[in-house]
């Protein structure tokens, strides 16, 4: 299968890091514990492997980080960049939760869309925003998300979507569930359109995110470990009182209970979703 | 108008002696024979779902069904859906399509099941999948909400050309004590939750969420149930007429919010 070289990491920290080489000390330099294998990582070292700990840890990565990681050099044109919600219910402390969010982010709202090459091909991208109220969908994610499916079937573009969502954003009550429906009808009529969807989930993708545009892609990959499910797992376990089966909702859970094509470690995902566009060209 | 509060149309749209979906289909229609399976894995007593009689009109009906007496609630596990329900649900719907049957859907649940086998076997794309493939099925479909609206397992049977409330049913994105235990810490401000989500019929009427508002006066009695069946016969012939049938449907979904936002490009 040498033909699928591509495909593999492209260091050994992707791998699983048992042959990695030691961390360089450098007294000084500020450091990052990682939860999994609880050494410290210098942060130069981390961002050199793309926030990827020795052991295969992912850190969890902003929008702008992804999207610098994932286009070709300079190719990512933003669309939509001025749509933001609005507090439709005045729900209290919403408005101010919502700005904290955006002072805290530096974005407008919790997904980011637009057109990038990746490796030459154009395609439609969204990412989401853990910073933005942990990449929750209120009425202007899904208008955003509803408005690059629909910008993508005029063009005839693929789209591509990285998310990361605690689920639908409660401040927005009904309308935020709507969003479900809105980006549902929107990423059907691209798929009957012949068009490619390619979601990457990552850490964590759940609730009303999971149960419509996340999981409606025609090629789900996911990040290694992320957690990715429709209810939380505190609720599962409260309502079934039943001890959670080990891996639960991780990516590699799904893999093994049919619910995503493939695990797809950070360093290697340009290079897979390259060949997947090439291999849909077209579409 | 006074109503009830938020949350006392909350606990009356949980209560036990509503009428449920199967009192719905038997009432309401006529000659029901009721179809069973997913075909891919179970048959799941939560959501029911056959074709019947409308009049002359043949249609599909499908329903959450949270029982009556305590072994049947139990063994419906209180109307919260695994995904072989939404799959069974989805398996009608396009069976309905196929013969050019209207769908009509009753839903009343608390919300999709959050369980073990319920993650292990796709929850989350069971109700995506639903969400899709409803918002381009060729047939009218019309869903009436009874009593409990909960979130995603809610919707995944409300993606629907007409959505009717009844009177003291909710919708919500999530239930008020989940939506309290997160904002606040501390499930007894309920109360407040459920007043700031706009959860009621009213509320979803305001937000155009449901286009009709149904009175709960004669609840449960003949001719309630008369009643709602005439308004579903003469909404169907109106939309069976319609040929931007889908494309309308496309844009009573994709409007929600849209106003909302804080600036228009």
Request: positive net charge; proline residues 5%; contains cysteine.
């Amino acid at each position: 299968m040498a033909f699928l070289n591509f495909l593999k990491p492209k260091n050994q920290l992707e791998e699983g890091g048992r042959t990695a080489a030691p961390v360089q000390e450098d007294p000084g330099e500020p450091e990052k514990l990682c939860p999994n294998c609880r050494r410290s990582i210098p942060v130069s070292r981390l961002w050199a492997d793309h926030l990827v700990c020795a052991c295969g840890h992912h850190f969890r990565m902003n929008a702008r980080q992804r999207i610098a990681l994932v286009a070709d050099k300079g190719s990512f044109r933003e669309l939509f960049a001025t749509v933001r919600g609005g507090d439709p219910l005045l729900f209290p402390g919403y408005p101010e939760k919502a700005q904290t969010a955006r002072n805290a982010s530096g974005e407008q709202e919790a997904v980011i869309c637009g057109t990038a090459l990746i490796e030459g091909r154009k395609t439609c991208l969204f990412v989401m925003e853990p910073g933005f109220m942990m990449g929750s969908m209120g009425s202007a994610v899904g208008e955003k998300i509803a408005r690059l499916f629909e910008y993508a079937l005029d063009r005839r573009l693929p789209v591509i979507g990285y998310t990361v969502s605690g689920g639908a954003r409660m401040q927005e009550g009904l309308l935020s569930l709507m969003q479900m429906a809105k980006t549902s009808a929107a990423v059907k009529r691209h798929c009957d359109a012949g068009l490619l969807y390619i979601a990457v989930l990552t850490d964590p993708t759940t609730g009303g995110v999971t149960a419509s545009f996340a999981m409606e892609a025609d090629i789900l990959l996911a990040e290694p470990g992320a957690t990715i499910g429709f209810a939380g797992a505190r609720v599962v376990e409260q309502t079934t009182r039943k001890a959670l089966p080990k891996g639960f909702q991780t990516a590699e859970f799904l893999l093994e209970h049919g619910f995503i094509d493939q695990i797809a470690p950070r360093g290697g995902q340009t290079a897979l979703l390259g060949e997947l566009l090439r291999l849909h060209i077209g579409g | 108008m006074s109503g009830p509060t938020p949350y006392e149309a909350v606990k009356l749209a949980r209560d036990n002696g509503r009428p449920t979906g199967l009192d719905y289909i038997h009432n309401v229609f006529q000659g029901f024979l009721e179809f069973h399976g997913d075909r891919r894995y179970s048959d799941d007593p939560a959501v029911v779902g056959g074709v019947a009689w409308l009049g002359s009109q043949p249609v599909t009906v499908i329903a959450t069904e949270k029982g009556h007496t305590a072994k049947d609630r139990s063994r419906r596990n209180f109307g919260a859906p695994h995904p072989e329900g939404y799959r069974k649900a989805l398996r009608l719907m396009k069976q309905a399509e196929k013969f050019g049957r209207p769908v009509i859907c009753f839903v009343d649940t608390s919300g999709a099941y959050c369980g073990i086998g319920a993650e292990e076997r796709g929850q989350g794309q069971a109700i995506a999948e639903n969400l899709m493939e409803l918002s381009t099925l060729c047939v009218p479909v019309i869903s009436v909400l009874i009593g409990e609206g909960g979130s995603g397992g809610a919707l995944a049977l409300a993606l629907a050309d007409r959505v009717w409330m009844l009177e003291n049913a909710v919708y919500s994105v999530i239930s008020p004590e989940g939506c309290a235990s997160i904002l606040w810490k501390d499930a007894s401000k309920a109360e407040t939750a459920a007043a700031s989500l706009k959860l009621t019929a009213r509320d979803a009427r305001r937000l155009g969420v449901v286009e009709k508002v149904l009175s709960e006066q004669n609840l449960g009695k003949p001719a309630f149930y008369r009643g709602l069946g005439n308004l579903l016969r003469r909404e169907l012939e109106a939309l069976s007429a319609d040929p931007e049938l889908i494309g309308k449907r496309y844009a009573r979904f994709r409007a929600f919010g849209t106003n909302t936002l804080k600036e228009q490009p």
